[in-house]
């Protein structure tokens, strides 16, 4: 029973995961509508043939909505994932492999940016720069990168020990060698399974961003954006607020499944 649970959530989140990619590369495919089109004749509409999720406070169909704003929810997630991803990995790596003064430093700045609650300094940082999708990646890369940083320096701690590093080593291996050659490969797999689950937390803090107004900004698409105006008409029309919370809530589930899946799959210790 377990096997045919983790099969079937593995595929439900590789579904809806790859849904949500093909909708954000190829939006024009999945609707005929116009996200931007208004129609105040058919406004807070409810599910019709026309509009299969009905339509918001101009008339605008909420399914196009939704599809073209899986590119931006998609981009954020993904592209701030991957940017702490390339600014914690070396710093991790650094601290881990060379120690003493080295690691002290990089612990303390990756300390002083930890202290700070990660949403209030989001919020700091884009009320600084103006708020769009660039500066929603970098924002949300700069709160995200120390815990990459902590997790590759605890596995370059218990790795550099080990016996094929030291095999590596007194073969004459140099410093760059055994940090991107030997001790990084080995980190990969805790690598991979963080880059899942920051996605998904990315996600999220860009749907925060934009329902707080700090986001993307209309009458662009933005799911959290979508979220906060929907709350003004939820008497009027319910879909419209399920709309954009089912969007956000299926694809942070699907993306946080497959890193559980990814972290089964990639786990040397797991019984064969």
């Given amino acids: 029973m377990k096997k045919k649970t983790i099969r079937f959530t593995t595929i439900f989140a590789l579904t809806i995961v790859s849904a949500a990619i093909l909708m954000a590369l190829f939006p024009s495919l999945f609707t005929q509508y116009d996200p931007l089109e208004l129609d105040m004749s058919n406004k807070l509409q409810g599910p019709s043939a026309a509009h299969w999720l009905g339509t918001d406070e101009y008339g605008r169909d909420l399914w196009s909505r939704i599809v073209f704003g899986a590119r931006i929810s998609i981009s954020v997630g993904f592209g701030a ?4 991803m390339l600014l914690g990995v070396p710093l991790g790596l650094l601290a881990g492999f060379v120690g003493k003064t080295t690691d002290s430093i990089i612990m303390r700045i990756m300390d002083a940016f930890m202290s700070f609650p990660s949403v209030l300094l989001a919020i700091l940082l884009i009320t600084i720069f103006e708020p769009s999708a ?14 990459y940083g902590r997790i590759v320096r605890s596995s370059v701690l218990s790795l550099k020990e080990r016996e094929f590093v ?29 880059f899942s689950l920051f996605a998904a937390s990315s996600i999220l803090i860009e749907a925060s961003m934009s329902f707080l107004g700090l986001g993307i900004q209309p009458p662009a698409p933005a799911w959290g954006s979508m979220l906060s105006y929907a709350k003004t008409y939820i008497n009027q029309s319910v879909t419209y607020i399920l709309v954009p919370s089912a969007a956000i809530f299926l694809v942070v589930l699907a993306i946080n499944l497959l890193g559980d899946a990814l972290r089964e799959w990639l786990d040397p210790m797991k019984l064969k």
């Fill in 134 to 147: 660039l500066t929603l990646i970098f924002t949300i890369s700069i709160v995200s990168f120390p815990a």
């Fill in 166 to 194: 030291e095999a590596a080593r007194a073969f004459g291996a140099k410093r760059g060698y055994l940090l991107f050659r030997t001790i990084l490969p080995n980190c990969a797999s805790a690598i991979i399974v963080q």
């Fill in 81 to 84: 994932a991957a940017l702490a």
